[in-house]
C-alpha cells in the first residue's frame, strides 16, 4: 500500500515541483512531515528509492527554513 501512494506521489511530482504546480501549497506543507516519518522506516526508504521525483521534492521541502526551524532532530 505504501508503494502505491509513493507511486501516485511520483507522477503528481514529475510535472511540477510542488504538488499544485511551481510553488509550495498548503498540500506540501501538510505531507512533509509525513513524509519525514516515513523515510525513516524500511518500507518508506524502500519506496522512496523507487521515486525519484518525490525525493526530489523531499529535499526542497527539506531546505525550505520552516521545515529547518520545526526539525525534532534538531531540537
Given at each position: 500500500k505504501?508503494?502505491?501512494?509513493?507511486a501516485?506521489?511520483?507522477?503528481?511530482?514529475?510535472?511540477?515541483?510542488?504538488?499544485?504546480?511551481?510553488?509550495?501549497?498548503?498540500?506540501?506543507?501538510?505531507?512533509?512531515?509525513?513524509?519525514?516519518?516515513?523515510?525513516?522506516?524500511?518500507?518508506?526508504?524502500?519506496a522512496?528509492?523507487?521515486?525519484?521525483?518525490?525525493?526530489a521534492?523531499?529535499?526542497?521541502?527539506?531546505?525550505r527554513?520552516?521545515?529547518?526551524a520545526?526539525?525534532?532532530?534538531?531540537?
Amino acid at each position: 500500500k505504501l508503494a502505491h501512494q509513493i507511486a501516485v506521489l511520483e507522477g503528481a511530482l514529475q510535472p511540477a515541483p510542488f504538488l499544485a504546480g511551481a510553488e509550495a501549497s498548503l498540500a506540501d506543507l501538510l505531507l512533509f512531515p509525513v513524509l519525514v516519518y516515513v523515510k525513516v522506516t524500511p518500507e518508506g526508504q524502500a519506496a522512496l528509492r523507487k521515486a525519484p521525483a518525490v525525493g526530489a521534492w523531499f529535499d526542497r521541502m527539506a531546505a525550505r527554513p520552516s521545515a529547518a526551524a520545526t526539525d525534532p532532530a534538531r531540537g
